[in-house]
Nanobody, 124 residues
């Protein structure tokens, strides 16, 4: 059973940079694509960025392009999201998802496992 645990959230100010981590455990036979989504109060969970199993392909939502940067370290079984925080609208719970295949998707329903999320609060 795959388990994901996010960390790195907190209270930040606009202009800060932050790195979220997603620790992956429970899968030993192959490496899968990962993605980061976020959910703001009263909104659906939305795709922000995804990365392929070997890290050679990345996808970023247009709304955060140039501010969100995804990476992974398969030796450490971790994925990361570096965020240049600029807006109070970045306040959300950030989730990592596992898709059990080689390439990410922007569709939430394609992901089979989610972490518990990590909260980012942006003060203006």
């Amino acid at each position: 059973q795959v388990t994901l645990v996010e960390s790195g959230g907190g209270l930040v100010q606009a202009g800060d940079s932050l790195r979220l981590s997603c620790a992956i455990s429970g899968r030993t036979d192959y490496v899968a694509a990962m993605a980061w989504f976020r959910q703001s109060a009263g909104k659906e969970r939305e795709f922000e960025s995804g990365i392929s199993d070997n890290g050679g392909y990345t996808d970023v939502a247009e709304s955060v392009k140039g501010r969100f940067f995804i990476s992974r370290d398969n030796a450490k079984h971790e994925a990361y999201l570096e965020i240049d925080v600029q807006k109070p609208e970045d306040t959300a719970v950030y989730y990592c998802g596992d898709i059990a295949r080689g390439y990410p998707s922007q569709r939430e329903e394609d992901y089979t496992t989610w972490g518990q999320g990590t909260q980012i609060n942006v003060s203006s």
